[in-house]
């Protein structure tokens, strides 16, 4: 039973791994990235509240000392070999990642990075600049640590107050539904999500589901219980659970910037997991057959180091690249490759062994003796002792490092933008209103060649003749003509975008005055649906419509139909393609772009790649949000491109 329990529980584990690697094949296409949490979780659960109520029925009580040095030995060895590891690398090679470096490794030792990562704004999606954290992921580690340090008292409590394990049931059940609907009470659209995705209050529905389930289907209970017929019940289940879970991780609805999620989505998959662990644990039918066998069995094993590594990896790789988006199928698998490989070189050094802290000590002692000739032993306590002693360097000099200035200007920027836009499209608004009622004005007392002329002011096209008092001159020699500048004055526009429009909001919004502008960080295309859906029903949708989406992962066939229903045949919309090549939608994305502009005469692509992408002196260490160079560049050639195709 002991080797089904292993191989069951390394079964179940490797479904997160497939869910990782499903992110990393193809994040935007995939909830894997995300998806894999709830189904750790779930077996956190179920697993360790198996393990207390067995100790119950056993012994009639629960060694949680025990637990904890079990638990000790287990995860802490990988984690600190993994921060020390990280640590190192970015000592010695990206130092603008010193920052709150040793506030990170400290809350991550103590378990409580999730709530750090919620009181410091550090958003999971808001990945931008050189802001990308290789450590972000770690806040379920916390969340483990936090259950498992509260959890053996808190089940003691459940059982002296409900004794029966049906009532014990029933109220895990109902802490779980408790849990998933103050997640949904305390969603609010268009708001950062950091407080509700981290928390351990609002994701502990998945380890309660689990918990429950320990009291429904004790696994030592299992043997022996089921017949043929169950089997078949088994099996069936089985595969409705799992088709359950694979459309919602390919279903664009659990987006994770979407409400679904939030509103019973990861509630829902947590279910499906729960019941899929149920039926995995059963050891009968095809379904623990199937995920116990070597493979699974492999990544199971090394999931813990898969997990850990997964972020490191893929931030550190994607910094050294500068064309993902030309080579994506290659440099993913190669990414991959880093990520097991690593992870097998953890399990086998780290993890496996089991160090005790005596032989700790003896290495080390043994390390500083002169060895009679280099042995495996003594080379490998000297790399880590190294490793260890680079990390900690990084580590102690982080409370001087300062955050990276670009990143700060950038970062800067686009906060005083998001400020300013309110109070820009409340002037811009009033403008157009005005200029309505001029229009009215001039239609019911003008010729009707004076009616042609009103009637197409607002369409993005030049006047023949400009204004004598010259406008924003400073522009002139970022690409933009005087009589364009003059006549983007009169434009009319509705933009949506996301945070390579938010740095050049302010600017935008000088050229074209009677203008929209609605951007806004981490956004992709459902949030534009939204947007203009809003705009539309408030009246505020402009004859001109520019959109700046795409940054931030590919826009899906559906958002993109829905953007032109909801814009209509009769205004122009104006879409900016992207420069962000270290992600590989960038040329799906322009790609996508250009077929939709085949299609519809209304459809105009501003070939912001075509123009920036040789540029690299225009933007930051990113590659794709413009520097302040770059936001000149950005905000003339928007303009003129709107001019020249609104013609």
């Given amino acids: 039973m002991k080797k089904r329990y292993i191989t069951g529980y390394s079964g179940l584990r490797a479904l997160a791994v497939i869910g990782v690697i499903l992110y990393h094949l193809d994040p935007n296409h995939f909830g894997g990235g995300y998806l894999g949490v709830p189904i750790f979780l779930v077996l956190t659960g179920y697993l360790v509240t198996d393990q207390i109520m067995a100790a119950r029925r056993r012994f009639g009580f629960f060694d949680v000392r025990a637990f904890y040095q079990r638990r000790f030995k287990r995860l802490y ?303 490998k306590t000297a790399a880590f002792f190294l490793i260890f002693l680079i990390g900690t360097c990084g580590i102690a000099v982080s409370p001087l490092a300062k955050a990276d200035n670009k990143d700060s200007a950038l970062i800067k920027t686009i906060n005083n933008n998001s400020k300013e836009q309110t109070e820009m499209n409340k002037r811009a608004l009033e403008s157009i209103k005005q200029s309505a009622k001029s229009s009215a004005k001039s239609k019911s007392s003008s010729s009707s060649k004076a009616k042609k002329a009103a009637a197409s002011s607002s369409k993005a096209k030049p006047k023949q003749k400009v204004s004598v008092k010259k406008v924003n001159q400073e522009f002139e020699k970022y690409g933009i003509s005087q009589a364009q500048l003059q006549a983007a004055q009169k434009l009319q526009v509705t933009a949506i975008g996301d945070s390579v429009m938010a740095s050049s909001s302010d600017l935008l919004h000088k050229l074209m005055p009677n203008s929209i502008v609605d951007a806004a960080v981490s956004r992709q295309g459902d949030v534009g649906v939204s947007l203009i859906n809003s705009y539309l029903q408030k009246g505020q949708l402009q004859e001109n419509v520019l959109i700046g989406l795409g940054t931030n992962g590919p826009i899906t066939d559906s958002d993109m139909q829905q953007i032109l229903d909801l814009v209509g045949p009769h205004r122009q919309i104006y879409w900016i393609n992207v420069v962000v090549p270290t992600r590989p939608w960038q040329n799906q994305v322009n790609q996508q772009l250009a077929s939709v502009a085949k299609k519809h005469k209304n459809f105009h692509v501003i070939d912001w790649y075509g123009y920036a992408h040789s540029n690299s002196s225009w933007f930051y260490d990113d590659k794709t949000h413009p520097n302040n160079v770059g936001q000149m560049y950005y905000s003339s050639y928007v303009v003129k491109e709107m001019l020249s195709k609104g013609e």
């Avoid at 709530?115 to 958003?123: D, H, M, P």
């Avoid at 987006?255 to 059963?282: C, E, H, K, N, R």
């Avoid at 997990?307 to 790789?317: E, K, R, T």
Wanted: cysteine-free; glycine content about 4%; proline content about 4%.
């Fill in 77 to 379: 060895p990988p984690l600190i070999a993994m921060l020390w590891l990280t640590s190192a690398y970015i000592i010695l090679f990206q130092r603008n990642l010193l920052n709150k470096l040793y506030q990170i490794v400290l809350t991550n030792l103590l378990g409580v990075y999730n709530w750090w990562q919620i009181f410091n704004g550090q958003s999971y999606f808001e990945r931008f600049a050189n802001n990308e954290s290789p450590f972000i992921h770690l806040w379920t580690m916390s969340i483990d640590w936090q259950f498992y340090l509260l959890w053996p008292i808190i089940m003691a409590v459940l059982v002296k107050l409900f004794k029966k394990k049906r009532n014990i049931f029933w109220a895990l059940v109902a802490l779980s539904l408790i849990s998933a609907v103050e997640m949904a009470i305390l969603f609010k659209p268009g708001q950062d999500t950091s407080r509700i995705y981290y928390g351990t209050d609002t994701r502990f529905y998945s380890l309660g589901l689990g918990a429950a389930l320990a009291l429904l289907w004790p696994f030592e209970e299992l043997d022996n219980r089921f017949t043929q017929s169950d089997a078949r019940i088994l099996n069936w289940t089985g595969l409705a659970a799992f088709l359950g879970m694979m459309a919602l991780l390919f279903t664009p609805l659990m987006d994770a910037q979407t409400a679904f999620p939030y509103y019973g989505g990861m509630f829902l998959f947590s279910l499906l997991v729960t019941i899929l662990a149920a039926v995995v644990a059963a050891p009968v039918g095809i379904w623990n057959q199937f995920l116990t066998n070597p493979v699974f069995d492999w990544l199971g094993s090394r999931s813990y180091e898969i997990y850990l590594y997964q972020f490191p990896v893929m931030i550190f790789f994607e910094s050294r690249v500068s064309d993902l988006a030309d080579h994506v199928a290659w440099y993913r698998v190669l990414e991959l490759a880093l990520i097991l490989l690593i992870s097998e070189i953890s399990y086998r050094l780290i993890e496996k062994p089991r160090f005790e802290l005596v032989e700790v000590i003896n290495s080390l002692k043994q390390l500083f003796r002169r060895p009679r000739y280099l042995s495996r032993s003594w080379l």
